[in-house]
């Protein structure tokens, strides 16, 4: 069952499976990963390092860096990023999410 979002899906997009933390998820095939993940229920992409307060999109166009999520092992802005399948992505650890690669 889809968690509760306030964000709409287009129901006639092909779909791209992929894994967010370990858990499958079948995404919008070409859409904005950030939006994507937000549609699918998920808000918290990262912890900052310093508090550990949780962070999600903020800007939608790679500003602040608030989106960050790794994705096959680099750390990346989930806003940057088109769905594609067979993404793995994870939540970032503290260290990996100050060597940003856009």
Known sequence: ????SPFLE????????????????????GANLAAALLAAGIDVFRNTPVS?????????????????????GVV???????????LQIHRPHAQEADDVQA
């Open 76 to 86: 990346r802005q989930a806003c940057m990023i088109e769905v594609s399948p067979g």
């Open 10 to 29: 287009l129901d006639d997009t092909p779909r791209a499976e992929v894994t967010f933390d370990g858990a499958p998820l079948r995404l919008p095939e």
């Open 1 to 4: 069952m889809k968690p509760v």
């Open 52 to 72: 550990g307060a949780p962070r999600g999109p903020f800007c939608m166009m790679g500003a602040c860096f608030d989106c960050l999520v790794e994705i096959d």
